[in-house]
Nanobody, 122 residues
């Protein structure tokens, strides 16, 4: 059973860069046809997919966040990270990491972290 755990600061100042790490246990990030995503949920709003990194290190980003988002993997650890630059209070949200596996022609999320609250405020 794959488990994911988000970690990082819970408070970020406006204009700074938000940095989060997701630690994967019970499974490998090299699993074929896997995508490792960051997803967020602002207060009172729905889930927003931010981007993903695949088992072969390809990256995909939401068009609306692409200019501010970077997702990478830590080569020596079973971890991947999120960096979101130039944050504003509108980036306040619960941030989740999740694993997607190819099912037919689509990727389905089968494992999620518990989520971590990030507040952008001075």
């Amino acid at each position: 059973q794959v488990q994911l755990q988000e970690s990082g600061p819970g408070l970020v100042k406006p204009s700074q860069t938000l940095s989060l790490t997701c630690t994967v246990s019970g499974g490998s990030m090299t699993t074929s046809y896997s995508r490792w995503s960051w997803i967020r949920q602002p207060p009172g709003k729905g889930l927003e997919w931010m981007g993903a990194i695949t088992n072969d290190y390809s990256t995909y980003y939401s068009p609306s966040l692409k200019s501010r988002t970077s997702i990478s993997r830590v080569l020596t650890k079973n971890q991947f990270s999120l960096q979101l630059s130039s944050v504003t209070p509108e980036d306040t949200a619960v941030y989740y990491c999740a694993r997607g596996l190819l099912s037919g022609s689509l990727y389905a999320f089968d494992s999620w972290g518990q989520g971590t609250q990030v507040t952008v405020s001075s």
